[in-house]
């Protein structure tokens, strides 16, 4: 069935949360087909390894989708479980992942203290928190599944880039409403809770998390007036993607924000 129905279009949860029955088609073609959703993993192929301690340890991917970081995780070594609620997203990715070390489980983040608990040495939960009603309490759940002295590999919705994007694109009444955040209910990807670097920076230290690394993932291609750069423009904004992700203000603008939290061993919370 196409995703562009109306009827494929997925409610939201009992509690609240927007999973994606119905929406794999638009996420490969929307997302992932295009140039935003190229820049966006290929700046994931370059911060992950300098963010992560990566020794081919087990992973948890949390809300895996399609599998792109599955496979990118277990290309490099690592035993993967893959973590998704939405069915059809499910056997996209098991279709993709065939022949790879990844096992796939179909589950929600709230249930995963009882599905996957670990603990893990490092669980990955990129662009879900900000689709669901209580982003804090989500973040309190995979807290408690890392490992002490594990990592978690955080990727989020930026609120502050959203305001910024609907107010070059010359929607303000939206942003002095406040009006920022999507519904749910429709087919359009707007999350309903975009977060800001001062949620996570309050949520981590209330989960006793360490903020090891931060960056922005596509600070500049959003704000572009061109939507859809090819060629030698594309190669351009890449390396400046590349350059100043990490950098002093442009990474506070990325649409995604990137955050490697640690979990403290228990000696050093003594010490």
């Given at each position: 069935?196409?995703?562009?129905?109306?009827?494929?279009?997925?409610?939201?949860?009992?509690?609240?949360?927007?999973?994606?029955?119905?929406?794999?088609?638009?996420?490969?073609?929307?997302?992932?087909?295009?140039?935003?959703?190229?820049?966006?993993?290929?700046?994931?192929?370059?911060?992950?390894?300098?963010?992560?301690?990566?020794?081919?340890?087990?992973?948890?991917?949390?809300?895996?989708?399609?599998?792109?970081?599955?496979?990118?995780?277990?290309?490099?070594?690592?035993?993967?479980?893959?973590?998704?609620?939405?069915?059809?997203?499910?056997?996209?990715?098991?279709?993709?992942?065939?022949?790879?070390?990844?096992?796939?489980?179909?589950?929600?983040?709230?249930?995963?203290?009882?599905?996957?608990?670990?603990?893990?040495?490092?669980?990955?939960?990129?662009?879900?928190?900000?689709?669901?009603?209580?982003?804090?309490?989500?973040?309190?759940?995979?807290?408690?599944?890392?490992?002490?002295?594990?990592?978690?590999?955080?990727?989020?919705?930026?609120?502050?880039?959203?305001?910024?994007?609907?107010?070059?694109?010359?929607?303000?009444?939206?942003?002095?409403?406040?009006r920022l955040a999507g519904t749910g209910k429709r087919q359009r990807?707007?999350?309903?809770?975009?977060?800001?670097?001062?949620?996570?920076?309050?949520?981590?230290?209330?989960?006793?998390?360490?903020?090891?690394?931060?960056?922005?993932?596509?600070?500049?291609?959003?704000?572009?007036?061109?939507?859809?750069?090819?060629?030698?423009?594309?190669?351009?904004?890449?390396?400046?993607?590349?350059?100043?992700?990490?950098?002093?203000?442009?990474?506070?603008?990325?649409?995604?924000?990137?955050?490697?939290?640690?979990?403290?061993?228990?000696?050093?919370?003594?010490?």
């Open positions: 069935m196409s995703a562009s129905s109306s009827s494929d279009i997925s409610p939201l949860s009992p509690l609240g949360d927007r999973h994606f029955d119905g929406l794999a088609d638009k996420f490969a073609t929307s997302l992932y087909a295009t140039s935003r959703g190229e820049i966006r993993l290929r700046l994931l192929n370059a911060l992950l390894p300098r963010q992560l301690d990566l020794r081919g340890q087990r992973v948890l991917d949390v809300g895996g989708g399609l599998g792109q970081m599955a496979a990118w995780f277990a290309e490099r070594g690592h035993r993967v479980t893959l973590a998704e609620p939405a069915a059809e997203m499910l056997a996209r990715a098991r279709e993709a992942l065939e022949g790879q070390p990844v096992e796939l489980i179909q589950t929600t983040l709230q249930a995963l203290p009882e599905k996957a608990p670990g603990p893990w040495s490092l669980v990955v939960c990129h662009a879900v928190l900000e689709w669901l009603a209580d982003p804090r309490e989500a973040l309190r759940i995979l807290a408690s599944l890392v490992a002490p002295g594990g990592q978690l590999s955080l990727m989020v919705f930026n609120r502050d880039a959203l305001r910024l994007s609907n107010i070059v694109k010359g929607n303000l009444d939206k942003v002095l409403d406040d990807l707007t999350p309903i809770s975009p977060l800001t670097h001062a949620d996570i920076e309050a949520w981590a230290t209330e989960n006793d998390l360490v903020m090891e690394a931060v960056a922005g993932v596509r600070v500049f291609y959003d704000y572009l007036r061109e939507r859809d750069p090819q060629g030698d423009t594309l190669t351009k904004l890449i390396e400046l993607e590349h350059r100043y992700c990490e950098a002093e203000p442009y990474w506070r603008l990325g649409r995604y924000l990137l955050y490697t939290l640690r979990k403290p061993t228990i000696q050093e919370k003594d010490s």
